[in-house]
């Protein structure tokens, strides 16, 4: 620490002067400056990798089943792994994206007990016990052959060409499939309030557009998107 000048004081000024302090009963102060001391020494050894100095962690790996499309997996995970990265780095489950990772964007929609969520903010830990489906998981087998053996909404937006790059497309996917559930079931948007059409509200432009909002497609293929939604909502594609 520096003087008022911008000087150095030495080892012994120093060590003099917390021997004054100490003298004087002002221990709180002797405290407070070798607290000051320490984390000054801690802050800029971790600043400049500085090997031998410990930096305190508390990750702890335990472990975990997951269900997912059907089949159960024990893993061994940290206890802060998210949703997204057991399934993409530890179960090899790549088709749900990483993107934002801040649930903003959605492409890491997944159903969990058939309702989306953002995998990347959901803990793994928190989804042992739940049924999980990815985009893996949708299609009527595991490796489908042509187009009837896909999920319903699979089909519409390979129909509706809704996408372009794709990298958004399996979150997209997974988010319509439940969109389209909660809809039929009776589940209200703020859309529906809007409209008042509360009473088992139609699955209109609108409605889809407020119900996938949640899901960004930097490409614009919204309304290749919307369509392919609402003709799986209208039951006109396969």
């Known amino acids: 620490m520096k003087d008022l000048l ?24 002797l405290t407070r400056r070798r607290f000051m001391q320490t984390a000054s020494v801690l802050s800029a050894a971790v600043a400049v990798g500085l090997p031998g100095i410990a930096v305190a962690e508390t990750s702890a790996t335990l472990p975990v089943t997951l269900k997912v499309n059907g089949k159960s997996q024990l893993l061994s995970l940290d206890s802060r792994t ?8 530890h179960m090899e489950l790549t088709g749900t994206k990483k993107g934002c990772d801040h649930g903003q964007c959605g492409a890491c929609t997944v159903l969990i007990n058939s309702r989306r969520v953002n995998s990347c903010l959901t803990l793994a830990f928190a989804a042992q016990g739940a049924e999980i489906t990815t985009i893996e998981g949708l299609a009527k087998t595991s490796e489908p052959k042509d187009v009837s053996e896909l999920h319903p909404m699979q089909a519409a937006f390979l129909e509706h060409d809704g996408y ?14 439940a969109a389209v559930d909660e809809q039929r079931r009776g589940a209200l948007s703020i859309v529906s309030f809007h409209t008042g059409k509360t009473d088992q509200p139609e699955m209109t432009d609108d409605e889809i557009r407020e119900r996938m909002s949640g899901n960004i497609c930097r490409c614009g293929a919204y309304p290749n998107i919307v369509a392919a939604v609402r003709a799986v909502s209208r039951g006109v594609s396969a």
């Open 6 to 29: 911008g000087m150095e004081p030495s080892r012994e000024d120093c060590e003099q002067e917390e021997r004054e302090l100490e003298n004087n009963g002002l221990q709180f102060e």
């Open 82 to 89: 998210s949703l997204l990265d057991a399934l993409r780095d």
């Open 164 to 177: 372009q790059c794709g990298y958004c497309t399996p979150g997209q996917i997974c988010s319509a499939v």
